[in-house]
Nanobody, 134 residues
Framework: QAQVAESGGGSAQAGGSLTLSCVVS????????TGWFRQVPGKERELVAL???????????SVKGRFAISRNTARNTTKRIVTLQMNSLKPEDTAKYYC????????????????????????WGTGTAVTISS
């Protein structure tokens, strides 16, 4: 059972930058899809950035051109480290940000079996809060 832990949340001014980090305790096929998501109270979970085993990346429309996901590619490692660089921050980026990992078959923003594919990712962190002030 892989574990996921986020860090790096906090507060920033609009126009500023923050970097979030995520450590996935297992480096295997079952964690080869990794992504960042966010949620505000009363709203559905939103895709921020998703990276598949082959490096394919999918960004949410609201963060395209401002956020960038990256992942460590070191060999012989037992962990995955996934980073989200957030630039040109806006007050509407305020949310709780979650990191997740899972199988590549769920590494899409489309629908799988009646639900959004990425919601089927197996391993989720507890989230880190980001607050952007104007």
């Amino acid at each position: 059972q892989a574990q996921v832990a986020e860090s790096g949340g906090g507060s920033a001014q609009a126009g500023g930058s923050l970097t979030l980090s995520c450590v996935v305790s297992e480096h295997s096929a079952s964690t080869s899809c990794t992504g960042w998501f966010r949620q505000v109270p009363g709203k559905e979970r939103e895709l921020v950035a998703l990276m598949d085993y082959d490096g394919r990346i999918e960004y949410g429309d609201s963060v395209k051109g401002r956020f960038a996901i990256s992942r460590n590619t070191a060999r012989n490692t037992t962990k995955r480290i996934v980073t989200l660089q957030m630039n040109s921050l806006k007050p509407e980026d305020t949310a709780k940000y979650y990191c997740a990992a899972g199988h590549p078959s769920n590494c899409y923003g489309g629908y799988c079996g009646g639900q959004v594919c990425y919601n089927r990712l197996s391993y989720w962190g507890t989230g880190t809060a980001v607050t952007i002030s104007s």
